[in-house]
């Protein structure tokens, strides 16, 4: 298994602008988690899904925040407009109810907003 | 809420020193702990993880945490650290029925010198 796909990797961008970071989870997982990783506030839980279904995103900043899941393979974080205080890193991660719940992260995408 | 306390934020040991780095967790009901590891420019791993049974656990790499349920605590040990264990190391929480999203804590940054 390929493991927790995200993409880009690594994304800088003007403030103001919009973003959009993507998520594929691993294969069969049912659950998908969105973290953000600062200095200041070390990982946070933004949202997550259990079968595509938004459960819990308190973890949401704010309005500027969405996120959806439109089928069990993919998922989207999106940031409009995008303010400099977003800078941060956001990982993915996924889980089944069958592994006990074990959370598998994936690589991150590391945003930049000047 | 639940929440995780690490007491070290950063750490510096000698290669072959022996590591105990502190996890507590506020949360009176049933939980799930996580020892996450995150080497320099790589994403989050698990270490070792408790559900249940047995409170010592033993996880990759020469690890082992502990769970001290009158003492909410899951402090992280190894007997003897290398110079390639230095990166950040989480501990995290999940409650109840372990479908929710991690709730982590600060971080300790561990550094091994040669």
């Known amino acids: 298994d390929a493991g927790v796909i995200q993409s880009p990797r690594h994304e800088v961008t003007e403030m103001g602008q919009e973003v959009t970071l993507r998520c594929k989870p691993i294969s069969g997982h049912n659950s998908l988690f969105w973290y953000r990783q600062t200095m200041m506030r070390g990982l946070e839980l933004l949202i997550y899904f259990n079968n595509n279904v938004p459960i819990d995103d308190s973890g949401m900043p704010e309005d500027r925040f969405s996120a959806k899941m439109p089928n069990a393979s993919f998922s989207t974080l999106k940031i409009q407009p995008s303010e400099p205080r977003d800078s941060a890193v956001y990982f993915c991660a996924s889980s089944s109810r069958w592994g006990n719940n074990e959370q598998f992260f994936g690589p991150g995408t590391r945003l930049t907003v000047l | 809420a639940q929440s995780v306390s690490q007491h070290n934020h950063h750490v510096i040991l000698s290669e072959a020193a022996s590591l105990e780095l502190g996890c507590n967790y506020s949360?009176?009901?049933?939980?799930?702990l996580f020892w996450y590891v995150q080497y320099p420019g790589q994403h989050l791993q698990l270490l070792l993880k408790?559900?249940?049974?047995?409170?010592l656990v033993k996880g990759i790499k020469g690890f082992e945490a502990e769970f001290i349920k009158s003492k909410f605590s899951f402090n992280l040990r190894k007997p003897s650290v290398q110079w390639s264990d230095t990166a950040e190391y989480f501990c995290?929480?999940?409650?109840?029925?372990?479908?929710?999203?991690?709730?982590f804590g600060k971080g300790t940054h561990l550094i091994i010198q040669p």
């Open positions: 408790y559900f249940s049974g047995d409170p």
């Open positions: 949360y009176g009901g049933t939980v799930n």
């Open positions: 995290a929480v999940i409650t109840g029925g372990g479908a929710d999203g991690l709730t």
